[in-house]
């Protein structure tokens, strides 16, 4: 029964949708851990998402896949350093390490993955419906 | 006239199917909306319900192993959607808000071959009790 499929496609959906508010959330929250080296500093994470491409090969399903979160990488935009000889956690050159967050970018990024994963929700819901009524029948 | 049951339900189960199966087609490429490089994919109902409709009039049971399974299969039907932007960057070709529209549409078709069904079965048991 393929709406059966649909709650799990949709479920896919929701839980890459939640990892990348997660990771996003994670950026927020970090934009203004300072460290004093460049290899501790907190570098901006984001999911990279993959259609579940390896159900298809192998025949079971040709035409629905879901979402998979392949990794969560780290940016390679460079860190924000900046001179601050009096900060606390200024190495022994006066500079602290910023992370390569760009919040505006990330407030973005949580407004689309949210409003994403609403629609996976409703999609599960409306797939909730039509079995129901499906149930129904006859009666 | 016998009562036939396989055909006084008329074409609307197979439609029922094909809907089923579009629900999810639509359905992923929804989950898919943020997957880099994933192209949308729809069916084209007509041939989907005709070969449907074909399958179910040669509907054969098997009963050995090495029969041939002419069991209906939709998968063939499903083909990818002719995008309305050509590229958006990352090879993504969902456009999220027409295919909550599709798949709203596709819901409410679903639900009118229920209802048509319904009415297919009132009248069957109508005509077993004779009684309305």
């Known amino acids: 029964m393929s709406l059966f499929n649909v709650f799990t496609i949709s479920g896919t959906g929701m839980s890459a949708q939640s990892v990348r508010l997660n990771t996003t959330a994670s950026n927020i929250a970090n934009a203004d851990s300072v460290s004093s080296s460049v290899d501790q500093t907190y570098r901006a994470r984001h999911p990279v998402f993959a259609a579940e491409m390896q159900k298809a090969a192998a025949g079971h399903e040709d035409s629905s896949v879901g979402v ?72 | 006239m016998a009562i036939n049951f396989e055909k006084a339900l008329g074409i609307h189960p197979e439609a029922l199917a094909v809907r089923a199966k579009r629900a999810e087609v639509i359905a992923s490429n929804i989950a898919n909306a943020d997957t880099p490089g994933y192209k949308a994919r729809d069916m084209d109902f007509k041939s989907a319900l005709a070969q449907a409709s074909q399958k179910q009039q040669s509907g054969m049971s098997r009963t050995h192993d090495k029969h041939f399974d002419v069991r209906t299969e939709l998968n063939n039907n499903v083909q990818f959607r002719m995008p309305d932007q050509a590229d ?45």
């Open chain 1, 68 to 139: 998979q979160v392949l990794g969560i990488v780290e940016s390679n935009r460079p860190l924000n350093v900046e001179h601050a000889p009096e900060h606390p956690m200024a190495d022994k050159d006066g500079y602290i390490y910023k992370p390569n967050v760009n919040v505006i970018e990330e407030m973005t990024n949580m407004i689309s993955a949210s409003r994403s994963y609403q629609t996976n929700v409703q999609l599960a819901e409306s797939a909730k419906n039509m079995l129901n009524k499906t149930l129904q029948l006859g009666k």
């Open chain 2, 88 to 132: 958006t960057g990352d090879g993504n070709t969902v456009d999220a808000q027409v295919e909550r529209n599709l798949y709203l549409e596709n819901s409410m078709q679903y639900q009118a071959s229920i209802q048509f069904l319904s009415g297919r079965i009132k009248g069957l048991k109508k005509a077993i009790t004779g009684a309305g």
